[in-house]
């Protein structure tokens, strides 16, 4: 990816990778590219709780009524709610505030375009190129002024008309059902509850206090541990943790167990299939899926194709296939008939539908597939490219790899598309022999790190 942009957007340290500086000129780029003649820019722009979401907030949007468009604030809300409004509303473009799944001190900048869809590499490219330059391929953007400066105001019935749209995907209600939620104290806090409420389960709420330091603080989608327990000790159906932005959704059945992305696709895939409307017989995954989950779609007869890490590719092999659903073992689940986005709430709403139409409950609709031992570890670099193309780092890899081949197994190392990580993947039958390559892994990619910290 470019030089500020990653697989998932800007992302950075608030205040010293991603400065007020940054948003702003984000912000006057934006507001000039998409001016059309005689006619002024719609921007939409989205945010997370995170304390310097608002900072960010607002110098985008002094940058985009600068340079002449009109702003439109969604205010605290979702990735999903902003990609659905730009389209469905018809704004030229949105722009989510939010690093997801990090911690509070970090941020992002997502932008989105027109059809909902994250924007392409080029745009990305002119981006990047003015944030450094401060120049266009015509020259410098023009101030606007007078009847030229843009409008900014309050948007808040976009996110109300998602809710609705949201409550509109289900085909059931959900009266009788215990559900219990995460949101991770983050963007999607007010609009899970007043949804499922809506629908008509009994819904239970923790994480659901944003504080502006508290979003993902262990909970949410990325620490399972504490929607287990409440969902046990309160003998709940079932439960359903989001990231900061609310487009992943991490599942808990009703005996406290995880249902992660992997066994939400077969579980959907087969909703789908059963209904005749899982386009090609097909499904999309990235390679980090499980091959357990391979195994049991050959079991129901549907196919699979397999991209790099990222809901972006994910979205890109469906789009241009016309397939239905895909998504990542972290959650990030795609239903094309719906959303062009992972979105966490809508996939929470399809499982939940599964459930009731079924007569089930979720480990029973998940039981079907049986996930081989898998252990992921991230190991903190200072340069992630550096230390992967490091000789010990592709010695060991190579050693891994000849000796896992034999007995079946996977070994996967990449860096992380938003964060200064290499993230190590092994699977296999053993999982004591996966730990016993993870952790030679880690020992090679730490003396490597050492050595690139030296330099």
Known sequence: ??????????????????????????????????????????????????????????????????????????????????????????????????????????????????????????????????????????????????????????????????????????????????????????????????????????????????????????????????????????????????????????????????????KILYILAKDLKSRHELKENTIVTTVMSNSGLYSALSELGINYKETKVGDRFVYEEMQRSGYSLGGEQSGHIIISKYAQTGDGILTSIKLAECVIEEKSTLSKLSSEIILYPQILKNVHVVDKNAVLSAPIVKKALECARQRFDNMGGRVLLRASGTEPLIRIMVEGESKGECQKIVNELEYAIERANEAEARK
């Open 1 to 262: 990816m470019g030089k500020y942009f990653g697989t998932d957007g800007f992302r950075g340290v608030a205040g010293e990778e991603l400065s007020s500086s940054h948003a702003y000129k984000i912000g006057r780029f934006l507001g000039w590219y998409f001016k059309k003649t005689g006619k002024k820019a719609r921007a939409l722009i989205g945010k997370d709780t995170r304390l310097s979401s608002y900072m960010l907030e607002y110098a985008i949007a002094s940058g985009l009524s600068s340079s002449g468009a009109d702003v439109c604030m969604l205010h605290v809300t979702t990735t999903p709610s902003v990609s659905y409004t730009v389209v469905h509303d018809g704004f030229d473009i949105g722009i989510m505030i939010s690093a997801s799944h990090n911690p509070y001190t970090d941020n992002g900048i997502k932008i989105i375009n027109s059809s909902g869809e994250k924007i392409d590499d080029e745009l990305i490219e002119k981006i990047e190129h003015y944030i450094d330059t401060e120049e266009t391929d015509k020259g410098k953007i023009p101030y606007a002024s007078g009847r030229d400066i843009g409008k900014i105001t309050d948007y808040s019935e976009g996110r109300n008309r998602y809710i609705a749209y949201l409550i509109s995907t289900s085909r059931r209600s959900f009266k009788g059902l215990k559900i219990g939620l995460d949101p991770s104290n983050g963007g999607g806090f007010m609009i899970s509850r007043a949804v499922f409420d809506a629908l008509g389960a009994k819904t239970f709420l923790i994480n659901d206090e944003p504080n502006g330091e508290n979003i993902n603080k262990s909970c949410g989608s990325t620490h399972i541990d504490a929607l287990c327990e409440f969902v046990r000790l309160n003998s709940l159906d079932m439960g359903f943790a989001y990231d900061g932005d609310a487009d992943r959704c991490i599942a808990v059945d009703e005996n406290g167990k995880i249902i992660d992305g992997d």
